[in-house]
């Protein structure tokens, strides 16, 4: 995968197809890296490359990608990035695709640069429904495996990223109000599980006003017919 270097910050990605840019942001908690694609009940790389231009990447700390650590860091921190990297690539404006951990990703996206999002996709985005408790022990586990490579970090740095990431409500980033005047089109593939409640998949559709939403998605016909609907979908919100 080629790199994207600023200052301290390395970023892998890649680029896969040609045509309107669909930029991916993949599942996988603080670990989110392009190579859990291939864990997904479809990989976007493959079914999207013959008409879009796909462009994944792995966030800081997670994957190839490094970057430094602070106190300060949360979830503009991985916009920042991910603004940065479209920058890098000349990429104005595209389509934002996230699974898990890039539900709010792509929320983020269209909340922080939304004159340079489209539409997006959101499969079984994470949120809160009484499960905090779950998503702070992934931060943890995450942070233990880099403290080494990060002493300067302290204690109550790692405890006030963690709260930033995972401290709010609804889908965590960004709140339910900034949801709520989100004005591109999402279609929200709906979550079933502990991580990505399907009472959360289901508020958010509610909630932004321009959303559509796909219950049963991830075996045999329904996985197909997804696919499908993905596809018309980007097709349909081209610029």
Same mark, same amino acid.
């Given at each position: 995968?080629p790199t &994207?270097?600023? =200052?301290k910050?390395?970023?892998h990605y890649d680029i896969e197809?040609? =045509?309107?840019?669909?930029?991916l942001l993949?599942p996988?908690?603080m670990?989110s890296?392009?190579?859990l694609?291939?864990?997904?009940?479809?990989?976007?790389?493959?079914?999207?490359a013959d008409?879009?231009q796909?462009?994944?990447m792995d966030?800081?700390?997670?994957?190839?990608?490094?970057?430094?650590?602070?106190?300060?860091? =949360?979830?503009?921190?991985?916009?920042?990035? +991910?603004l940065?990297l479209?920058?890098?690539?000349?990429? +104005?404006?595209?389509?934002?695709l996230?699974?898990?951990?890039?539900?709010p &990703?792509c929320?983020?996206?269209m909340?922080?640069?939304?004159?340079?999002?489209a539409?997006?996709?959101?499969?079984?985005?994470?949120g809160l429904d009484?499960?905090?408790?779950? &998503?702070?022990?992934l931060?943890?586990?995450? %942070?233990? =495996?880099?403290?080494?490579?990060?002493?300067?970090v302290a204690d %109550?740095?790692?405890?006030a990223f963690?709260?930033r990431?995972?401290g709010g409500?609804?889908?965590?980033?960004?709140d339910?109000d900034?949801?709520?005047s989100?004005?591109?089109?999402?279609?929200?593939?709906?979550g079933?599980?502990?991580y990505?409640?399907a009472s959360v998949?289901e508020?958010l559709?509610d909630?932004?006003?321009r959303?559509e939403l796909?219950?049963?998605w991830?075996?045999?016909?329904d996985?197909d017919?997804a696919?499908?609907?993905?596809?018309? &979908?980007?097709?349909?919100f081209l610029p």
């Open positions: 995968m &994207f270097k600023a =200052g910050l390395s970023i197809g040609e =045509g309107f840019p669909v930029l993949a996988g908690g670990r890296a392009a190579a694609w291939e864990r997904a009940p479809f990989d976007p790389r493959k079914v999207l008409s879009f796909v462009i994944s966030q800081r700390n997670a994957g190839a990608s490094r970057g430094p650590v602070s106190g300060a860091d =949360g979830w503009h921190t991985y916009a920042h990035d +991910q940065a479209l920058d890098h690539l000349g990429v +104005q404006r595209c389509h934002v996230g699974m898990c951990i890039g539900g &990703f929320l983020g996206l909340a922080a640069a939304p004159e340079r999002i539409a997006g996709v959101l499969l079984q985005p994470i009484g499960n905090r408790d779950e &998503f702070f022990d931060f943890d586990g995450w %942070a233990a =495996g880099l403290r080494e490579s990060h002493p300067q %109550a740095d790692w405890a963690r709260e990431m995972f409500e609804f889908v965590f980033h960004p339910r900034t949801v709520a989100l004005e591109q089109p999402m279609l929200v593939l709906r079933d599980d502990a990505h409640p998949s508020a559709a909630v932004a006003p959303a796909l219950h049963s991830k075996e045999g016909p996985c017919a696919v499908q609907r993905i596809r018309g &979908f980007l097709t349909e």
